[in-house]
């Protein structure tokens, strides 16, 4: 089984009696669609119950931001176990540490499949070792309020609200511009944006990342409309410039071109 975009799949399932094997194609932005239609072909190829799902991702380019969601509420299979071919594949996947279905990332296949089998407890769980450490450190320089995010992170709410309070506490009673390095950035919780867009007191905010950064800052403006001046910029250095010239502020400059999820 295959899904097409024109003549190239975009990928194959494959059934293996006590696991099923999905493989995505090389270069392919994964996208919502994608994963509705996986979810419903691994559905379809077990009728008499739920089964383990070994999903390669190879050299897979991106997932954006509604698949990431999508994903993270499926529950088409008893266990996923997820293969990569290096480091990219472990940061690109994760934002799975919140799946509802028991999930691990693995870069042996055999180890993969031991452990959708219930023959050995392998694999790192996506489960983020520990919820207690928030991933950033905030400091204020030369009145910038300067966040610095884990690389490859996945923004829950409760690290939204820590970095919120920890704002707050490097100028009492101020709203100071804010420099956000987000680092190869994975994802943020819903209830992540809500509490950025409602409860984050700053004058603005300059976001500074790759361009898998720029589509989540770029989705964040357009849906979530934050009430500060907000835009994206490739180096902290044009960011810091923007915030401390005085160009913070609403208008046509204010902008990029934004590209929601899913698109």
Same mark, same amino acid.
């Given at each position: 089984?295959?899904?097409?975009?024109?003549?190239? /799949?975009?990928?194959?399932?494959?059934?293996?009696?006590?696991?099923?094997?999905?493989?995505? #194609?090389?270069?392919?932005?994964?996208?919502?669609?994608?994963?509705?239609?996986?979810?419903?072909?691994?559905?379809?190829?077990?009728?008499?119950?739920?089964?383990?799902?070994?999903?390669?991702?190879?050299?897979?380019?991106?997932?954006?931001?509604?698949?990431?969601?999508?994903?993270?509420?499926?529950?088409?299979?008893?266990?996923?176990?997820?293969?990569?071919?290096?480091?990219?594949?472990?940061?690109?996947?994760?934002? !799975?540490?919140? @799946?509802?279905? /028991?999930?691990?990332?693995?870069?042996?296949?055999?180890?993969?499949?031991?452990?959708?089998?219930?023959?050995?407890?392998?694999?790192?769980?996506?489960?983020?070792?520990?919820?207690?450490? !928030?991933?950033?450190?905030?400091?204020?320089?030369?009145?910038?309020?300067?966040?610095?995010?884990?690389?490859?992170?996945?923004?829950?709410?409760?690290?939204?609200?820590?970095?919120?309070?920890?704002?707050?506490?490097?100028?009492?009673?101020?709203?100071?511009?804010? &420099?956000?390095? !987000?680092?190869?950035?994975? @994802?943020?919780?819903?209830?992540?944006?809500?509490?950025?867009?409602?409860? &984050?007191?700053?004058?603005? &905010?300059?976001?500074?990342? #790759?361009?898998?950064?720029?589509?989540?800052?770029?989705?964040?403006?357009?849906?979530?409309?934050?009430?500060?001046?907000?835009?994206?910029?490739?180096?902290? #250095?044009?960011?810091?410039?923007?915030?401390?010239?005085?160009?913070?502020?609403?208008?046509?400059?204010?902008?990029?071109?934004?590209?929601? /999820?899913?698109?």
């Amino acid at each position: 089984m295959a899904g097409d975009a024109g003549e190239q /799949p975009r990928f194959t399932l494959t059934d293996d009696g006590d696991v099923l094997r999905l493989a995505w #194609a090389a270069g392919v932005t994964i996208e919502a669609s994608d994963v509705r239609e996986t979810m419903a072909a691994v559905t379809a190829a077990s009728p008499h119950g739920k089964r383990p799902l070994l999903v390669s991702i190879g050299l897979v380019d991106a997932i954006s931001l509604e698949a990431r969601h999508l994903l993270i509420e499926d529950t088409c299979s008893l266990r996923t176990g997820v293969v990569g071919v290096d480091e990219v594949g472990r940061v690109l996947t994760a934002f !799975n540490y919140r @799946s509802v279905t /028991p999930s691990r990332f693995f870069t042996d296949e055999s180890d993969a499949i031991a452990w959708l089998t219930g023959r050995a407890d392998a694999g790192d769980t996506t489960s983020r070792a520990s919820e207690e450490a !928030n991933p950033f450190c905030a400091q204020l320089e030369g009145g910038v309020a300067v966040v610095r995010w884990e690389h490859g992170v996945s923004v829950s709410t409760a690290a939204a609200e820590a970095l919120v309070a920890g704002v707050a506490a490097l100028a009492p009673g101020e709203r100071p511009p804010m &420099l956000a390095l !987000n680092n190869s950035m994975v @994802s943020l919780t819903p209830g992540a944006f809500e509490v950025f867009a409602h409860r &984050l007191s700053v004058s603005a &905010l300059a976001i500074v990342g #790759a361009e898998g950064d720029s589509v989540i800052a770029a989705y964040y403006k357009q849906k979530h409309k934050p009430p500060y001046p907000t835009r994206f910029f490739g180096t902290a #250095a044009e960011g810091r410039t923007w915030l401390l010239q005085g160009r913070a502020r609403p208008g046509p400059q204010d902008s990029w071109p934004v590209r929601p /999820p899913g698109r």
